[in-house]
């Protein structure tokens, strides 16, 4: 599997503060966010659930990665995904970081992966409705 989800209490921008929160905890900010529904709409005219992609990085472990393999920032950010299903349910999606930088077959990056998925899991165990 390349991801692993978790439903979430609350409504959407509700949800998009505590997911960002909960990453904050576990050290990761929000480098960029992008607005799926609504680049659909101005792009295509199409409407479509709330649907947001989250950049997140933990500087300290992203420059572990940068360290052992300079080309590792084709991988990078952790890509966060909060969405609201068609049942008005809020699921939040997580990169699994073991997943894509196994990619790379590197044991250190493998370790690495391990360490930035525990944190994910920790966020997603906070968010666990």
Known sequence: M??????????????????????????????????????????????????????ACNPKLANQALEAEPDIGLLLPCNVVVREDDDGKIVVGFMDPVSVLGLVERKDLEVLGSEVRAKLQRVADALRA
């Open 2 to 55: 390349y991801g692993f989800t978790v439903n979430t209490a609350g409504d959407f921008n509700a949800a998009l503060v505590r997911v960002t929160e909960a990453l904050k905890q576990e050290g990761f900010g929000v480098l960029t966010e992008i607005d799926v529904a609504a680049t659909l709409k101005a792009k295509l005219g199409i409407d479509k659930r709330p649907y947001r992609i989250l950049g």
